[in-house]
């Protein structure tokens, strides 16, 4: 093989594999989107909805219980005090039921905070559902302001049956500093 | 390195230039091959001495010698060295020396883009190295870089994100060299199944390598984004979800470690049959195995999060999928000791690693397929069950490999033989005390002492203070390892070495058909490919 041919032929050769090369890079990306579809689609890693079901009434299925679980949380920095009303409830699959939470900001500014739903078990999450909820929008506080915020949530009778008990958690985080920049 | 001049390439042949510039500007495959494995064995020192500062630490509970900080910073530093700085370079050093000479090519494909891979990886060292001198420190949270803990990092975060950049940029390079040059610069009647097993495993392991590496440097650039340009990729609060991170991180991070063993397999694949004066056994059986362990690779990458929240279908799936791999792992530990089986079979030092490797090796790959059953792996994940798992799978494999590989290749290089006497007592030092220093972790791992802490409960110490034993002198002997190379750079045994050093070694690779030592240019006219039954 002759040299020019042989340099053809590797640059021909390198395009290709740089190509692949450029491709995975946006493959990485890609994964982002994808994930969060998958996600959306399965209700896997305890990804909820972030937005508020229509109220649609179901048959309540006395029989059954399900233990619904309340954990609030906030991030190191977050200075703000977030709890609930209650850590536990028993509940009927299909029967509504609201739960009142309850955050204040401590500092002496104004804070744009947003909540973060999980649920667990992930698979749980997409027959757990909330018509209202603090955690769709961005809540405001102003200075040293307390707000009891209720949640709205119904379990979905479809719900497998060996789910026994679901946990929702919360965690506020300061978005003030995003938000405002 | 002087050049020889032979029948092969008696014209215009001339020698390296002289003084370092030779070294700056090569285009040399042989040149750069040495200068990657020169800058591997020092990164094997310096990431050695960050384990040694590890296991001292944790030769006794309480704190001792460092801050905890600096400790966590040791970890993750020393698994960044050893992958970045030594393994990987040192098998593309292996490489750039090796596959011309196996397939009869006169050099790379690419010797100016060659270069560029060498300094681009050591400037991506230095800046990693840098870190440890930044306020804050060097990154803390592991190699695996997970967030939101690495985003605490002080001002280290930019430079080891932009330093994995440059590593990535460097493989890249280099994986698109051996790429080209096994597709387009094999001699005449060098088929692609007659290519040795080192070459085929490189050309898979390159593969590997432009696949992962983008999606790596994709990962860490989110990373970057997310701490100072308020994306929030793996940022709950913004939307996003730090377990993506996971995924996208093990979705490189599960080929990465097969970067790491491919070519391992090759060099125990290359060294065995010619210490059991046998061809490999299952040649096409190999090959077939490399490329489905490197598929394998890409679909098992969630078996390392099976904590994190899967569903049960995704654990059962991970969980298969996993335990598929020991199947073609399998056929090649087969292979292996089957071309052993009734060979005349000798124990130099190479031959000697090769063994211990076969043996060793099979032990991490066990240890593999109990952390392959999710339900179990509940129990070892984020243990010392998992460092000792991955160290049998990196020390007696890749790093026992390595050296065999030198051992085995220094005389054919340098025409000097190594001291034999002293090489063996390099391997059992070695496969020893490696024993002794990861054994006991799998006790650690299974009484439940976790991962990168630097103090722990004192029911763990007895172990913890053997395994730092057997650390010190694993570390102890590698320096006997140094000296040794470098006597036989210098002068050797003193003894001559034949063209084919080892015996009947010519008709296991047209390498040793080449003078020893290796002249400067090799193959600048293409070898005649005699047909063999499989090398």
């Known amino acids: ?181 | 390195m002087s050049a020889v001049v032979t029948e092969h390439d008696d014209h215009h042949d001339h020698g390296p230039e002289k003084g370092i510039l030779r070294w700056l500007f090569t285009t040399n495959h042989k040149d750069i091959g040495t200068l990657y494995l020169v800058f591997a064995l020092a990164m094997f020192f310096v990431g050695g001495t960050m384990a040694m500062i590890i296991r001292a630490e944790l030769f006794q509970p309480g704190m001792q010698l460092v801050e905890p900080q600096f400790f966590n910073s040791m970890t993750t530093m020393h698994a960044l060295v050893m992958v970045f700085g030594a393994v990987m370079p040192a098998f593309v050093g292996f490489a750039n020396w090796m596959i011309p000479m196996m397939i009869g090519a006169p050099d790379m494909a690419l010797p100016r883009m060659n270069n560029m891979s060498f300094w681009l990886l050591v400037a991506g060292v230095l800046i990693l190295a840098s870190t440890l001198f930044m306020e804050g420190g060097a990154p803390a949270s592991g190699w695996t870089l997970y967030p939101p803990l690495v985003l605490q990092t002080g001002n280290a975060l930019p430079f080891a994100v932009f330093s994995v950049h440059l590593l990535g940029i460097s493989s890249i390079m280099g994986a698109i060299n051996i790429i080209a040059t096994i597709f387009n610069m094999r001699a005449p009647g060098m088929t692609l199944m007659k290519m040795p097993l080192f070459v085929w495993t490189w050309l898979i392991t390159a593969f590997l390598l432009i696949a992962v590496m983008p999606v790596f440097a994709g990962a860490v650039t989110m990373l970057l984004t997310d701490g100072f340009f308020d994306t929030s990729f793996f940022d709950a609060a913004g939307g996003g979800d730090p377990v993506l991170y996971q995924h996208i991180f093990w979705f490189f991070g599960h080929p990465e470690v097969y970067i790491m063993i491919l070519p391992t397999f090759g060099v125990a694949s290359t060294i065995i049959p010619v210490f059991a004066r046998k061809p490999l056994f299952g040649y096409s059986a190999m090959v077939v195995a490399t490329v489905a362990i490197a598929f394998l690779s890409f679909i098992v990458w969630s078996h390392h999060m099976f904590t994190v929240g899967m569903p049960k279908a995704g654990e059962l799936y991970f969980m298969y999928a996993t335990m598929l791999i020991a199947i073609p792992t399998g056929v090649k530990i087969f292979n292996w000791t089957a071309t052993m089986w009734k060979g005349a079979m000798t124990f130099e030092t190479p031959m000697l690693f090769s063994i211990a490797f076969v043996v060793l090796f099979t032990l991490g790959g066990f240890t593999g397929l109990m952390m392959a059953l999710s339900p179990l792996d509940y129990q070892y994940h984020d243990t010392y069950f998992i460092v000792a798992h991955f160290h049998y799978t990196l020390v007696p494999a890749s790093i026992f490999m390595i050296q065999a590989g030198a051992y085995y290749w220094l005389p054919k290089w340098t025409g000097h033989m190594y001291d034999e006497r002293l090489g063996r007592l390099h391997f059992w030092l070695s496969a020893i005390s490696v024993n002794i220093l990861f054994f006991p972790q799998h006790f650690l791992g299974l009484a439940g002492m976790p991962r990168r802490i630097p103090d722990y409960a004192v029911q763990f110490a007895d172990w913890n203070m053997i395994s730092s034993i057997g650390a010190f002198i694993y570390g102890g002997s590698q320096l006997l390892f140094l000296y040794i190379v470098i006597k036989t750079i210098k002068q050797g045994t003193g003894e001559k070495v034949s063209d084919e050093v080892w015996e009947d070694a010519k008709k296991h690779g047209l390498e040793w058909t080449l003078p020893s030592p290796v002249p400067y240019h090799t193959f600048t006219t293409p070898p005649k490919i005699i047909p063999t039954e499989h090398i």
Do not use: W
């Open chain 1, 1 to 181: 093989m002759t040299d020019e041919a042989l340099e053809q032929k590797n640059s021909k050769l390198v395009t290709k594999l740089l190509l692949i090369v450029i491709g995975m890079f946006g493959f990485g990306y890609a994964l982002v989107p994808i994930y969060d579809v998958f996600c959306d689609i399965t209700g896997l890693n305890g990804k909820v909805a972030s937005e508020a079901v229509a109220e649609t009434s179901y048959e309540v299925d006395e029989s059954r219980e399900i233990t619904v679980e309340f954990i609030t949380s906030l991030n190191k920095k977050t200075p703000m005090i977030f709890r609930s009303e209650t850590n536990k409830l028993k509940v009927h699959p299909g029967k509504y039921y609201t739960v009142n939470f309850f955050a204040e900001n401590k500092t002496a500014n104004n804070m744009i905070a947003q909540a973060i739903p999980s649920i667990s078990p992930g698979a749980a999450a997409e027959f757990f559902k909330k018509t209202e909820c603090f955690c769709f929008t961005e809540q405001t506080f102003s200075a040293h302001e307390g707000k009891t915020m209720p949640v709205r949530f119904v379990v979905d009778p479809e719900l497998p049956e060996r789910y026994k008990t679901i946990t929702l958690a919360y965690t506020f985080f300061d978005n003030t500093k995003v938000v405002t920049n």
